[in-house]
């Protein structure tokens, strides 16, 4: 592990240089930020000794990693073959550390998968290891997240136009399987901002099938609270909830 500065004039001057941008990573790295940060509290929080939350902090560990998985191998595939065509080794660094990540999600998962059998006067400590362990990822993704929406989000912006951008994106989408999809917008939706959660799901409204955007605003009307909620429907022009004050 290394320890980093917290420059916020460079974070700011970093995103600043991005404004008006297409971004390829926000929207992704705050569903997973949230998700990494849901999964650490409802591991923590975990009672030993009551199976059911054994068993169900065992599964969202497992949801993560698989999610990473997924998320690593979309990143490989389409990002970083963009980035090499304009930017020889630009993303190299990342690349390797991809490989460490899928290595550390196979024994998270590995880890999780065992605490059922675990004997139950070794449940407390094996559940805390796991707990560690997932900190010590959680904290690393945060790292190699910002290295990725910094160094790779500039080599992108200066050497593709929004157009480009949009187009490999929408290639990226196009190829992550619906059950994929609504895991994505069940964490993307309350974690993003009230605009950026607009933008996603008009453009899905003018990209996807009507089922589909039906099913992702069930998520939004499940996870979203009532001014978040008022904020999207707003924006997509549908008819207001009785008895909910608009923000």
């Known amino acids: 592990?290394?320890?980093?500065?917290?420059?916020?004039a460079a974070i700011?001057?970093?995103?600043?240089?991005?404004?008006?941008?297409?971004?390829?990573?926000?929207?992704?790295?705050?569903?997973?930020?949230?998700?990494?940060?849901?999964?650490?509290?409802?591991?923590?929080?975990?009672?030993p000794t009551d199976e059911a939350e054994v068993h169900d902090a065992g599964d969202r560990t497992i949801e993560l990693m698989e999610m990473f998985e997924r998320h690593l191998e979309h990143?490989?595939?389409?990002?970083?073959?963009?980035?090499?065509?304009?930017?020889?080794?630009v993303c190299d660094a990342v690349a390797e550390e991809h490989e460490d990540h899928l290595r550390h999600t196979a024994q998270l998962r590995g880890a999780a998968r065992a605490l059922a059998a675990v004997p139950a006067d070794e449940r407390a400590g094996a559940m805390h290891a796991l707990y560690l362990a997932l900190a010590l990822f959680v904290a690393d993704n945060l790292r190699h997240?910002?290295?990725?929406?910094?160094?790779?989000?500039?080599?992108?912006?200066?050497?593709?136009?929004?157009?480009?951008?949009?187009?490999?994106?929408?290639e990226l989408v196009a190829s992550i399987p619906p059950q994929e999809m609504m895991t994505v917008a069940r964490w993307m939706l309350p974690a993003s901002n009230a605009m950026e959660r607009c933008l996603m799901v008009n453009d899905m409204q003018a990209k996807a099938?009507?089922?589909?955007?039906a099913a992702?605003?069930?998520l939004a009307r499940a996870h979203l609270g009532p001014r978040d909620w008022a904020k999207l429907a707003r924006g997509m022009n549908l008819p207001p909830v009785p008895g909910l004050v608009s923000a």
Do not use: Q
Request: aromatic share 6%; glycine share 6%; proline share 4%.
């Open 1 to 8: 592990m290394h320890s980093h500065s917290i420059e916020i």
């Open 12 to 47: 700011a001057a970093a995103a600043r240089a991005g404004e008006g941008r297409f971004n390829l990573y926000a929207g992704i790295h705050k569903a997973l930020r949230a998700m990494m940060a849901d999964t650490l509290l409802a591991l923590g929080r975990a009672d």
């Open 75 to 89: 990143e490989n595939r389409f990002i970083h073959p963009a980035l090499r065509a304009r930017c020889p080794g």
């Open 145 to 170: 997240m910002h290295a990725e929406e910094t160094v790779h989000n500039g080599a992108l912006w200066a050497t593709y136009n929004d157009f480009e951008l949009l187009a490999l994106h929408d």
């Open 209 to 213: 099938p009507a089922p589909a955007v």
């Open 216 to 218: 992702v605003l069930d």
